[in-house]
């Protein structure tokens, strides 16, 4: 059983008691063994809940293993064994953090929870205004458009389109701020007490920590979204094109998660990246047959792949570790 059985039984028990634009890829980097770069290769809800402080009580699974990776520059970050729920490394796991678009994964999440993806869904008409006024990431969406749900995640996770969340969250609320609600609503059934969202992108509205998450709650998220075989079909893409049709223009989408297709054994999950919260990557690699899942936070700005990098070394060292229990 995977940890995400396990931690969304807990998450349900729990609550029945109690800019960011994603990361441009620079196509084409590898990463070596010691996560380094190698040569090139071929509207929103008008109330913010703020966090109470820096950081909050720990909770979960705790690290069995010594030592840490060397290297890692991000601020925050945690990697867990996704079958057996042992945390081999974290760094901060528990401290309160803008999460950029790596809240996409809870919007797609809701989306595929709704089911009939295959539905056609019009692209409304205040969409580019809201890519312009924010700098957002955009999957190039036209007022008017007919396309599927399905064709939007791709659009959604890969690019990471604020057009495409904007799109899902019009439709699928009805309108933005109650499809807030529910991310915020779902969050809390899975657990996922030190997570809130303001927007279906994670946009830095209206503060750059008005949405915000930890390490231990990604973790989670991370997992539970995995369980979906279309979620994990779509973030293990490296590209996705949609041909000129009747109802729409010609669209192609890349991944922005520089571990797809450049590290071996990487299968997704999703970037982000705001000022302030640096580069994100919410990730899993799997190797032997044995599948690690984390995330990294606040990554410094050295490049559009800091992020990738940082889960390259974490990956590359934990995978070196002899398995324990």
Same mark, same amino acid.
């Given at each position: 059983?995977?940890?995400? &059985?396990?931690?969304? %039984?807990?998450?349900?028990?729990v609550a029945? #008691?109690?800019?960011? /634009?994603?990361?441009? /890829?620079?196509?084409?980097?590898?990463?070596?063994? /010691?996560?380094?770069?190698?040569?090139?290769? +071929?509207?929103?809800s008008?109330?913010?809940a703020?966090?109470?402080a820096a950081?909050?009580?720990?909770s979960?699974?705790?690290?069995?293993?010594?030592?840490?990776?060397?290297?890692?520059?991000?601020?925050?970050?945690? #990697?867990?064994?996704?079958?057996?729920?042992?945390v081999?490394?974290?760094?901060?796991p528990?401290?309160?953090?803008?999460?950029?678009?790596?809240?996409?994964?809870m919007? &797609?999440?809701?989306?595929?929870q709704? +089911?009939n993806?295959?539905?056609q869904?019009k692209?409304?008409?205040?969409?580019?205004?809201?890519v312009w006024?924010?700098? /957002?990431?955009?999957d +190039? *969406?036209?007022?008017?458009?007919?396309?599927?749900?399905?064709q939007? #995640?791709?659009?959604?996770l $890969?690019?990471?389109?604020?057009?495409?969340?904007?799109? *899902? &969250?019009t439709?699928?609320?009805?309108g933005?701020? &109650?499809?807030?609600a529910?991310?915020n609503?779902?969050?809390?059934?899975?657990?996922?007490?030190?997570?809130?969202f303001?927007?279906?992108?994670?946009?830095?509205?209206?503060?750059?920590?008005?949405?915000?998450?930890?390490?231990?709650?990604?973790?989670?998220?991370?997992?539970?979204?995995?369980?979906?075989?279309?979620?994990? #079909?779509?973030?293990?893409?490296?590209?996705y094109?949609?041909?000129?049709?009747?109802g729409?223009?010609?669209h192609?989408?890349?991944?922005s998660?520089e571990? %797809?297709?450049?590290?071996?054994?990487?299968?997704? %999950?999703?970037?982000?990246?705001t000022? $302030?919260a640096?580069?994100?990557?919410?990730?899993?690699?799997?190797?032997?047959g044995?599948p690690?899942?984390?995330?990294?936070?606040?990554s410094?700005?050295?490049?559009?792949?800091?992020?990738?990098?940082?889960?390259?070394?974490?990956?590359?060292?934990?995978?070196? *570790?002899?398995?324990?229990?």
């Open positions: 059983m995977r940890l995400s &059985a396990r931690l969304l %039984i807990a998450g349900m028990a029945v #008691l109690g800019s960011a /634009a994603g990361c441009s /890829a620079s196509p084409g980097l590898a990463y070596d063994e /010691a996560g380094h770069p190698a040569s090139p290769a +071929g509207s929103t008008a109330t913010t703020q966090p109470q950081t909050v009580p720990a979960g699974p705790r690290i069995l293993v010594s030592g840490a990776p060397r290297g890692v520059k991000a601020k925050a970050g945690i #990697l867990a064994d996704a079958q057996t729920g042992q081999i490394w974290s760094l901060s528990d401290t309160v953090r803008p999460i950029a678009s790596i809240t996409k994964v919007t &797609a999440y809701l989306v595929i709704a +089911g993806v295959d539905r869904v692209v409304p008409g205040g969409v580019e205004d809201y006024k924010y700098g /957002a990431s955009s +190039g *969406l036209h007022p008017g458009e007919a396309l599927t749900t399905r939007l #995640l791709y659009g959604l $890969l690019e990471s389109g604020a057009d495409a969340a904007y799109t *899902l &969250a439709v699928y609320g009805p933005i701020s &109650a499809f807030v529910k991310m609503t779902t969050a809390r059934q899975l657990g996922l007490l030190h997570t809130h303001t927007t279906p992108d994670g946009l830095p509205y209206p503060t750059e920590m008005s949405t915000y998450s930890t390490p231990q709650d990604l973790l989670r998220l991370g997992e539970v979204a995995m369980e979906s075989p279309l979620f994990r #079909l779509i973030v293990d893409t490296p590209f094109s949609i041909n000129k049709a009747a729409h223009v010609a192609w989408w890349g991944n998660n571990l %797809i297709g450049q590290y071996h054994g990487a299968i997704g %999950i999703k970037t982000g990246y000022v $302030l640096g580069h994100c990557l919410l990730f899993e690699a799997v190797r032997g044995r690690l899942i984390g995330v990294v936070l606040g410094p700005p050295t490049g559009p792949g800091a992020g990738a990098q940082d889960a390259a070394r974490v990956l590359n060292w934990a995978f070196a *570790l002899k398995q324990t229990g």
